[in-house]
């Protein structure tokens, strides 16, 4: 079975602090995304990369940056948190398009 | 207006009613539908997938796809209580990376 693994559940940040999120999967595969998912709101789609060292901005990209240094993990990074960045982040892979596999979820509170 | 717009209940129904949830869409590039489950603190996985028009049965579940009115559904038969979750549509077109979402329907099946 795909397995994408988040490296922290839950995690709580005060304003201005730099927060990493990690991500790893153990199928090889090529492409990799972060969401943040809110109520009433749906998954949106900060980064995504198709490729190591590639990233691609998603529909809310501001305030967050991404690192792909090898092929089976993801980072999102934010480099100062905001109260408003508290939210469910998820990180995905797929080898196609269509079927994505997502972790377990980060949930992040900013205080 | 949203690219994907999905009625986020909350839907409770008996157990073993039919469960009907949809989602439309303006975007009329979008080819592959796909519905995900997501249960609580859990994340999303692939439900259903189809391609265009057309419906797609997979045992007790049912993707409808309308082009024309750029309306889609599923429908849960014979519902269960481990149905409960909240069920979110997705779509892309057929040279796109992401997915969009629905905000998801949340779903109690009572015993």
């Known amino acids: 079975d795909v397995k994408v693994t988040q490296s922290s559940r839950y995690l709580v940040k005060r304003t201005g602090e730099k927060v990493f999120l990690e991500c790893v999967q153990d199928m090889d595969h090529e492409n990799m995304f972060w969401y943040r998912q809110d109520p009433g709101l749906g998954l949106r789609l900060i980064y995504f990369?198709?490729?190591?060292?590639?990233?691609e901005k998603g529909d809310i990209p501001e305030g967050y940056s991404v690192s792909r240094e090898k092929k089976e993990r993801f980072s999102l990074i934010l480099e100062s948190a905001s109260t408003n960045q508290t939210s469910m982040y998820l990180c995905a892979s797929s080898l196609s398009r269509r079927e994505l596999f997502f972790g377990e979820g980060s949930r992040l509170t900013v205080l | 207006q949203k690219e994907v717009e999905q009625d986020p209940g909350p839907l409770s129904v008996p157990e073993g009613a039919i469960v009907s949830l949809n989602c439309t869409y303006s975007n009329s590039a979008f080819q592959y539908f796909m519905w995900y489950r997501q249960y609580s603190r859990k994340g999303p996985e692939l439900l259903m997938y189809t391609y265009s028009s057309g419906n797609k049965e997979d045992g007790r579940f049912t993707a409808q796809v309308d082009k024309s009115s750029k309306y889609i559904s599923l429908f849960i038969r014979d519902s269960q209580p481990s149905d409960s979750a909240t069920y979110l549509c997705a779509m892309s077109g057929p040279n796109d990376y992401k997915l969009s979402f629905g905000a998801g329907t949340t779903v109690t099946v009572r015993a």
């Open positions: 990369s198709y490729d190591v060292k590639m990233k």
